[in-house]
């Protein structure tokens, strides 16, 4: 499993790496290689050059913005997972991140990296739906946009990205009185998600203020679970939640595939959905 | 040293394993080598209407570029070694490089060589071949069917063999019965999995004539004698070393086309060749494991006497007959059929049937762990419906300790046994009366608890060679030691079989070292190059300790008697005064005249002062061909909770209690019986090798066959009980595969006894999650 | 398109001529002979290939030579101090952790940066830490209990250590 022939550039700047992308020859960024590097072994994917931005500082690290977190693309998930801030401010990226793959993968693959991956059945883009998150691009031309979370991901492995633009920064809201739980069942062989859920719920005493509910692995692309809305003034009562789980996922084109038929994605999307939402709603109560 | 025979010592191969100083072959370097990757098939069956690999060859690096046109008149097809009589028995021509037709996707068309691996493979992306796609199955039941693919034009309906197993009268048994079960089965298709993927390095002695090869080998003699067919080469002027070898579990025991091409390059370009499979490779053309479409049956009394089993199995052998793959479905699984009950009529129709998927070989217990599941989960059937204790029902079936050697309907000896005290000790381990006094408790709190047992006899041992003959297989199954003292008198033993993670290093030098009075550290075994050891037939099958160790024991005491003549002749005492005590011979009555072995190896080896008529030196080889095979067996109980909701199953608990004779390193047996049941719990659970309606492999790499991860997997309790057997002189039986044979039987009983409030009886293995909840809403009546 | 690379291997420099697609496990096993790492997956999930770099777990076949230059690598061959095993090895070794031993280079590199984040695991977090380490022979049981052995040995040592 060799990939096919390319050239290597390490950045020394965002600004170089930016100059390299605009030349629009199919150019790929590598960071920690843990999305991009298997897709060429197989030769699925094949680039005449990679510039690597895994040594730019300014991609790196987590700080408070606002009263949420700046999020560095290329912050690995080891380093999401212990990190203080995110385990104070937004608890629910630490959680998620500590159980994506294993210790190698997690101290290598980027949160960035893996956002612009768009894996329709990886976790993090669950999480920056339901958290409302909002990513930075940046490119030559059209220097620095920022893009919702919510209108990133269009479809698998597609973004809102275009070829010449670099992933530099999420910013995730504070949380308020919002509590997030990510509950996800899945597959045996490759560990990601056949169904993956984010809640984020805030409360006013036993009633619901605030409902956010992503939901990925299922469909072709995450998607945000409108049905979850109605959940919205309730005291997070079981019938309306079944009810509107179901609905979450009625209508969805579900493939089924070797890990799983449609029928048993859509259900075990509804059991995550429930699960989700009940646990945030307790974490957000208590 | 009386009590090294038996210690969980420490293993002897392990420090150059830990430290990474360990050989595999991939690790093997030569001046000059150079690569070989393969061209392989997409189709999973088509015509090939043309190659053309001129692009390939003016590639940068390329040396040589190799199509089934090179070589189809120069090599020989990939022979098949087991061939089994009586059964119509037909194998087709298996071509190294596919050259008409690919039958399989991952069939080679076409090697490149080239100066790196780089290079290779960016070739191999240059050969250019156009493919007439034909319809394909990889179902082994529906390639039987009229208006199926047709795989090889001499075999019009696929079918490679039908292989009759029947003792008893089993048609009037279900005529007759007052009570009888059946049950479709499927036994899905595994991926062998061994960490280590293939490899192969030939080097070629222009000069001499002598072939070398290293290669991932359970059997190195058996890779001699096979390549020696292929290449049309004498058996003499090959020479097969199998280093460190990463892992079998079957997979490594056939020929491949592999090996012998690189072999072949290797000769025609006069320079070293080296070749390893990647994983994805791995997964489409190393032999796969079990394969069955299966209809069972079972008949007996109301009073729980079971009286009557009955299959049909469509056996899928997948493209081309593998190097043992008759044997499997047949002698290793059909003979089987009695398990560990007294079942007076059996009658199996085993269908071998070619399909266009990966060749179907021997993958751990290799078709004893499917004749173990069908029994298991028709005894468990057959209680449900008759309403008693499946424990009840095992018992009253079971042959009797006091019966052996019993001989079964299907006409197997078995050797000795003790079943009921197997049992009685995992359900002691249990505490069957709280375990279903929480199920009871569970089940009114709707929660869905189970407990599986199985009680498992296994054949292995594999010998007789007399029986090897007699069922068509096309080797001995004897094996082999060289014992050899040296002047210092350390000793050097040199074994036909083929360890490879077993831990024979060490539980063979137990045996001598015990045997001689030793340390261990006096002894070493080698193992692996048939250059310097003797004739022997590999390790698989459960058997290179109770056969090849015993050809250990049976050499070194051949050495040891030769010491007691020299010992004699050297303390003037006739022999019969002498005794073999505190690790020394010792005259009897006067212990302080004694030779130990290193003074009689010294003694022996400068042959100053030999007895009248003996030959200098100090050492012997045996060959031990068993009398029967051996036959371990046990009882492993599994008990687990099924969440309906989402039809996930948690093991909470697995005990497993095994008899295979006296231990030599009690640490080793647990850890063989560790690995087995987790295959075994991986195949219940978790694995399936899955193909599409075009039978291509769609759980082709590890992203989708699930191998099982430590977080996946229960901690297993271990026990035993101990029934020597009687059929080699160390007692031993086997228990390589033991686990395995037990485990996903007891899973799936477990999980069917959880969920019989339902009404739920059987659900194919392996039990994911989404098929236990499909049963479930089948069960409820909704549709899932 | 070959150029150097400076890589720092258990304490020694090598500069090694490699084009970027080079993987870093096949340089290590192909150019510099450092053929205890291990291949036995192309999808980023067997662990065979774990090498530590700068001290931390990485997948060496999915890392590209070039970026590792300017790091310090530790091979298994680099993780005994002389004769002398390092508590992992030596666990593995005493509680029966290894087979056939294809798995055992990585599985003990990982082993070495979990216990270094936690030093006193539970058999769960064991379990849970070596999932990208595939084990076919064992059935883990064994290595779980050389890992927890090996911790509870490495916490002897720091706590002599401080004393």
């Not at chain 2, 208006?147 to 696929?158: K, Q, S, T, V």
């Not at chain 2, 070619?354 to 029994?375: C, F, Q, S």
């Not at chain 2, 000896?413 to 009921?420: A, Q, R």
Request: proline share 5%; with cysteine.
């Amino acid at each position: 499993m060799i990939p096919t022939s390319f050239d290597y550039v390490r950045a020394g700047s965002v600004r170089e790496a930016l100059g390299l992308l605009a030349l629009g020859d199919g150019t790929k960024v590598i960071a920690g290689g843990h999305s991009l590097l298997p897709m060429m072994r197989f030769r699925l994917v094949q680039a005449p050059k990679l510039v690597d931005i895994s040594r730019l500082e300014e991609l790196r690290g987590v700080q408070e913005y606002k009263k949420g977190l700046r999020i560095g693309a290329t912050t690995t998930y080891a380093e999401l997972a212990r990190h203080p801030l995110v385990r104070e401010r937004c608890p629910v990226i630490a959680e998620v991140a500590a159980d994506i793959a294993d210790i190698q993968v997690r101290n290598r693959g980027t949160i960035g990296g893996s956002l612009a991956h768009a894996d329709p059945a990886s976790d993090m883009p669950a999480v920056m739906m339901a958290l409302d998150a909002e990513f930075q691009l940046r490119s030559k031309k059209g220097g620095r946009r920022t893009a919702r979370a919510r209108e990133f991901f269009k479809g698998a492995f597609v973004t809102d990205m275009t070829e010449e633009e670099l992933f530099t920064d999420i910013l995730v809201p504070g949380m308020g009185r919002n509590a997030a739980v990510y509950v996800s069942f899945d597959s045996a062989a490759s560990g990601y998600a056949l169904a993956g859920v984010c809640a984020s719920i805030g409360r006013k005493r036993a009633t619901i203020s605030d409902i956010s509910v992503a939901v990925t692995g299922v469909a072709e692309v995450v998607f945000l679970a409108g049905a979850l809305e109605r959940m919205k003034d309730t005291k997070c009562d079981a019938a309306v939640l079944a009810a509107a789980a179901k609905e979450a996922v009625a209508g969805l084109e579900i493939a089924g595939d070797v890990h799983a038929p449609s029928s048993y994605r859509r259900h075990i999307a509804e059991v995550a959905i429930i699960r989700a939402v009940e646990r945030a709603y307790q974490r957000a109560g208590a | 040293m009386a009590t090294l025979f038996g210690s969980g010592i420490k293993r002897r191969e392990d420090p150059r394993l830990i430290t990474g100083q360990a050989t595999y072959v991939d690790d093997v370097k030569l001046p000059g080598l150079a690569y070989a990757v393969f061209a392989r098939s997409p189709y999973a069956h088509a015509k090939i209407t043309r190659i053309d690999v001129s692009a390939a060859r003016q590639a940068p690096g390329v040396i040589a570029v190799y199509t089934g046109a090179d070589v189809k008149d120069r090599l020989v097809p990939v022979p098949c070694a087991w061939n089994v009589p009586n059964c119509d028995l037909k194998i087709p021509a298996h071509p190294l490089l596919a050259y008409d037709k690919v039958r399989y996707a991952g069939d080679a068309v076409a090697m490149v060589i080239a100066e790196t691996r780089a290079q290779a493979r960016d070739a191999v992306d240059l050969v250019d071949v156009d493919y007439e796609p034909l319809r394909a199955t990889a179902d082994p039941e529906q390639a039987t069917q009229p208006g199926a693919a047709r795989l090889h034009e001499e075999i019009p309906d696929n079918i490679g063999f039908t292989w009759v197993v029947s003792g008893g009268d089993a048609a009037a048994a279900f005529q007759h019965a007052e009570v009888a079960v059946s049950q479709r089965i499927v036994q899905q298709r595994l991926l062998p999995t061994a960490m280590e993927p293939r490899a192969a390095v030939a080097q070629y002695n222009r000069g001499s004539g002598q072939l070398t090869l290293w290669a991932t080998s359970q059997n190195p003699h058996i890779h001699r004698f096979l390549c020696s067919v292929m290449l049309k080469l004498p058996e003499h002027r090959i020479r097969v070393i199998a280093p460190e070898v990463g892992g079998g579990f079957g997979s490594k025991i056939p020929a491949y086309p592999d090996e012998a091409l690189v072999s072949f390059a290797a000769m025609e370009l006069g320079i070293p060749v080296k070749w390893t499979e990647d994983r994805s490779e791995n997964y489409k053309v190393t032999i796969h494991g079990r394969d069955h479409i299966e209809y069972v049956e079972m008949c007996g009394t109301r009073d729980g006497k079971i009286t009557g089993i009955r299959t049909r199995v469509y056996a899928g052998l997948g493209a081309y007959a593998s190097t043992a793959a008759p044997g499997i479905p047949t002698i290793l699984h059909g003979l089987v059929y009695s398990g560990s009950y007294m079942i007076p009529n059996i009658h199996g129709t085993i269908y071998g049937v070619y399909t266009n998927g990966t060749p179907v070989d021997a993958y751990r217990g290799a078709g004893r762990p499917e004749a173990a599941y069908l029994i298991e989960r028709l005894v468990d059937i057959f209680a449900r419906k008759i309403g008693m204790d499946p424990i009840e029902v095992r018992r009253r079936n079971f042959i009797p300790k006091d019966k052996f050697p019993y001989t079964v309907a299907t006409g197997l000896i078995y050797d000795s046994g003790n079943y009921e005290a197997a049992l009685d000790k995992a359900l002691g381990i249990l505490d069957l009366k709280a375990f279903r006094a929480e199920q009871a408790k569970a089940r009114k709190d709707g929660r869905y608890l189970g407990m599986g047992l199985v009680s498992y006899i296994e054949i292995c041992g594999l010998g007789p060679s007399q029986v090897a003959g007699a069922v068509g297989f096309g080797g001995g199954l004897y094996d082999s030691a060289i014992v050899r003292v040296y002047p210092t008198g350390v000793v050097k033993v040199y074994i036909g079989a083929s360890p490879h993670g077993q831990g024979e290093e060490t539980t063979f030098a137990q045996i001598v070292a015990s045997e001689f009075g030793y340390p261990v550290e006096n002894v070493e075994i080698i193992h692996g190059d048939t250059d310097n050891t003797p004739q022997g037939w590999g390790t698989y099958g459960s058997r290179t300790t109770a056969v090849c160790g015993s050809a250990v024991k049976v050499a070194a005491l051949r050495v040891k008697e030769k010491a007691k003549l020299l010992a004699a002749h050297l303390l003037e005492a006739n022999e019969a005064d002498l005794e073999w005590k505190d690790d020394a011979f010792r005259v009897k009555g006067s212990p302080d005249k004694a030779k130990g072995m290193a003074e009689l190896a010294l003694m022996a080896n400068v042959a100053w002062n030999m007895p009248p008529g003996m030959e200098p030196g100090l050492e012997a080889t045996a060959f031990f061909d068993p009398t029967n095979f051996v036959y371990p067996f046990g009882t492993h109980i599994c008990t687990v909770e099924v969440d309906e909701q989402t039809g996930q199953v948690k093991i909470l608990r697995y005990i497993a209690v095994d008899d295979c004779g006296p231990p030599i390193n009690p640490m080793i047996v647990d850890g063989q019986i560790h690995g087995g049941v987790i295959q075994g719990i991986g195949e219940g659970l978790q694995e399936i090798a899955v193909y599409d309606e075009e039978a291509q492999l769609v759980t082709g790499t590890m992203m989708d066959y699930a191998v099982p991860k430590a977080s996946q997997m229960p901690h297993i309790e271990v026990a035993h009980t101990i029934t020597p057997s009687p059929v080699n002189p160390l007692g031993v039986k086997g228990c390589g595969e033991a686990g395995t044979i037990a485990s996903a039987a007891c899973l799936v009983n477990a999980v069917c006894d959880a969920l019989a409030p339902l009404g739920i009886t059987h659900i194919d293995k392996p039990l994911t999650p989404a098929r236990v909840w499909a049963a479930i809403q089948k069960a409820k009546g909704a549709t899932p | 398109m070959e150029r150097p690379v400076t890589l720092n291997i258990n304490g020694r420099s090598h500069t090694v001529q490699v084009e970027p697609r080079a993987l870093l496990v096949h340089v290590l096993r192909d150019t510099l002979n450092l053929t205890g790492t291990h291949v036995g997956c192309d999808t980023s999930q067997c662990g065979a290939c774990t090498v530590l770099v700068d001290g931390q777990a990485v997948k060496s076949c999915t890392t590209l030579a070039v970026q590792a230059e300017g790091t310090r690598i530790t091979t298994i061959e680099g993780l005994a101090r002389g004769d002398t095993l390092h508590p992992l090895q030596m666990a593995f070794w005493e509680k029966h952790g290894l087979q056939c031993g294809f798995c055992t280079p990585g599985m003990i590199l990982t082993a070495v940066d979990f216990l270094a984040q936690n030093p006193d695991p539970t058999d769960d977090e064991i379990r849970h830490a070596i999932e990208g380490n595939l084990c076919r022979c064992t059935g883990y049981q064994n290595i779980v209990a050389a890992i927890k052995s090996a911790a509870a040995t490495l916490r002897a040592g720091n706590a002599g250590a401080a004393a």
